[in-house]
């Protein structure tokens, strides 16, 4: 079993910055491809970050590509996601997700932190 807890999320304006962060506990934390999804009001959960426990590979979404920077800290059993130049369209409810693979989630998930751009 794997524990996310995240934090984070605010109301920002349109060209602030958030910092979400997400920590693990419970089974091995490095062995997991760690990601960022959220949802939307009215919409699926998407994909939007996710890094590998080793050699640094990261993969982005399109639609946050040159503005979200995903990152861990595995001694700290911890992944963050720097959201910058936020627009209204990132408003939504991001989710910590352990065991990603492909872009799509695996088994252990958080209870997700709301971020609001207004414009």
């Known amino acids: 079993q794997v524990q996310l807890v995240e934090s984070g999320g605010g109301l920002v304006q349109a060209g602030g910055s958030l910092r979400l962060s997400c920590v693990a506990s419970g089974r091995t934390f490095r062995s997991y491809t760690m990601g960022w999804f959220r949802q939307a009001p009215g919409k699926e959960r998407e994909f939007v970050a996710a890094i590998a426990w080793s050699l640094g590979f990261t993969d982005y979404a399109d639609s946050v590509k040159g503005r979200f920077a995903i990152s861990r800290d595995n001694a700290k059993n911890t992944v963050y996601l720097a959201m910058n130049s936020l627009k209204p369209e990132d408003t939504a409810v991001y989710y910590c997700?352990?065991?990603?693979?492909?872009?799509?989630?695996?088994?252990?998930w958080g209870q997700g932190t709301q971020v609001t751009v207004s414009s």
């Open positions: 997700n352990a065991g990603v693979v492909r872009r799509v989630g695996g088994n252990y």
